[in-house]
């Protein structure tokens, strides 16, 4: 079973639009999916219940932890066994024990961020735990970042999101816009990948690098071994001005 999860503990990077677009993709292309919703907003799931009977079935699962940032054991976070691919819904403030839950069950961890200083710096903090605190160091999962929410590629936020992106030696997948289509998609309980193609081709054009990525065509320009990563990241000069004063 593929898995994939979808993090970053900042709330408002756009998770839920990406994993409920990879979700309808997969199942578009009749493979047997599930999305595990960790978030106790539930995003996800209110997405599956506004989903259309003719399109193709994907499984909800609500794996919300209890307080205390608990992982939950139930059958409400079963999936079915002949799952073919599973999207993970992380929850904002991930940590701890439940970090290092979700990354031992992904295969591939994908990281929005949104292009504003606050939302570059609270990336920087999480990608550190990330490894530090979830085990990323060890784990076999690819990981990889996009850029979401992206309103004008020719600003100095989207500038200072490359630089950032550029300097944590991870592959940089695309940039996803702040367009109105992934919004009518979510009313819909639709990925793009399941709209009108002719009014949704930009959408579709900028997810497929995550799909070939997570396809596995996608080519690691850097050259980073996982065990490396938290040397690069530690030892960086541009780390460290993103870190700003500890």
Not at 135 to 155: D, P
Request: aromatic share 8%.
């Amino acid at each position: 079973m593929l898995t994939i999860l979808v993090i970053n503990s900042k709330g408002g990077s756009g998770k839920t639009t990406l994993t409920t677009n990879l979700a309808s993709y997969y199942a578009s292309k009749k493979m047997r999916t599930a999305i595990m919703d960790y978030d106790p907003q539930g995003s996800s799931l209110h997405w599956l219940q506004a989903r259309p009977m003719t399109q193709h079935s994907i499984h909800g699962a609500n794996a919300a932890p209890a307080k205390g940032n608990v992982v939950l054991h139930s059958k409400q976070g079963w999936v079915p066994l002949d799952t073919e691919v599973q999207i993970l819904d992380a929850p904002a403030g991930a940590s701890g024990l439940l970090l290092k839950e979700l990354v031992r069950k992904a295969n591939f961890i994908v990281i929005p961020v949104a292009p504003s200083p606050i939302d570059i710096r609270a990336t920087a903090d999480f990608i550190k735990d990330l490894f530090l605190v979830g085990g990323a160091h060890t784990s076999k999962a690819k990981i990889a970042v996009v850029a979401n929410r992206v309103r004008m590629r020719s600003s100095n936020n989207y500038a200072a999101l490359e630089r950032f992106l550029t300097s944590l030696k991870l592959p940089f997948l695309t940039s996803i816009s702040d367009s109105d289509n992934y919004l009518h998609a979510v009313e819909q309980g639709l990925g793009v990948f399941e709209m009108d193609e002719s009014t949704t081709a930009s959408e579709r054009q900028e997810l497929m690098p995550i799909v070939k990525w997570l396809e596995g065509q996608f080519p690691n320009r850097f050259g980073i071994r996982a065990e490396d990563k938290i040397a690069s990241l530690e030892s960086s000069k541009k780390w460290a001005a993103y870190r700003g004063p500890s």
